[in-house]
């Protein structure tokens, strides 16, 4: 995905996974870059996670979301 846009961030990487299967289901690719340190076995959700988007799919992906 080129020329990509940062448009949420969460507070868990569960909030934004559940975001990016919102978007993949209305065809919007995205991806999420999770925050923080991460140990083996450890689910890092409390450390949050930013939501990217190509930048043709900002206002799609705002107005699913």
Do not use: H, T, W
């Not at 995905?1 to 996974?17: H, L, R």
């Not at 995205?30 to 990217?52: H, W």
């Amino acid at each position: 995905m080129s020329g990509i846009i940062q448009i949420k961030v969460y507070n868990s990487i569960s909030e934004a996974e559940l975001a990016r299967n919102l978007l993949k289901e209305c065809g919007v690719e995205s991806m999420v870059e999770k925050l923080g340190i991460q140990f083996p076995g450890d689910m890092g959700d409390s450390y949050g996670a930013k939501l990217f988007v190509g930048k043709n799919n900002v206002e799609r992906a705002k107005e699913i979301l």
